[in-house]
């Protein structure tokens, strides 16, 4: 009788990276805000812990991944070049991950005029994804490899997730993330903005520190000094 061989299956997910910065204890403070202003947010998904710029000591590691698990995130992977393997009680060491293009453009040691060759631009629109009905509650519409246009409108509870730029041709009430993979240069744009939450490289706004202003108009977003940047459409 042939034994039957084990199936395995390739299957590539976004995962959302957790960076801890120095001072834990403000950085901390500001993750408690963004789950108060986005509760649910990491509901499910994929997160991974990387410690490649905190570098705690292998005993600490624990304590962190504790401080973060009492927040309702569950942390899936640890990512830390210095550390060969921790303790069966936590997660695994990430081996293997891939970066995205945009990410290894931004640490080669060429000037930046070269990084930003106009050359980039027909490889982003290649890859646009166009979503041409509205964007429900509870949807999550997620393009890795370029921009994301919507002909619609995005409800309250839906979010956009993009490597590069994001239209949204009505309303824009739900989250939108906008430069996911690492491009600064990323921008939002909406016909109306009504939304609950806008990021650009990781950077974000919430509608309660919007200017009151903002809400309602059409609007472009950008970084600026890893600060975002609200401003009407002329």
Known sequence: MQNKSIRFRARSFVAFA????????QWLQDLD????????????RPVVLDLNTLRPEVGEIGALVAQIAARGIRTYAIEAGYVDSLGPDLPPVLAGAKKTLVEE??????????VEQPLEA???????????QPVRSGQSIVNPHGDVIVMGSASFGSEILAAGSIHVYGTLRGRAFA????????????????AEL???DGWYRTAEDMEPAMHGKAIQVHLDDNAIQVATLN
């Open 198 to 200: 806008l990021a650009v």
């Open 105 to 114: 453009a931004q640490h080669e040691a060429e000037p930046v005029e070269k």
């Open 18 to 25: 957790l960076v801890p910065e120095a001072p834990l204890e």
């Open 33 to 44: 805000r963004w789950i108060e202003n986005s509760p649910g947010f990491f509901n499910g």
């Open 122 to 132: 027909p490889k982003r629109a290649s890859n646009t994804l166009i979503v041409d």
């Open 179 to 194: 430069g996911a993979w690492g491009d600064r240069s990323a921008r939002i744009f909406c016909r109306r903005n009504e």
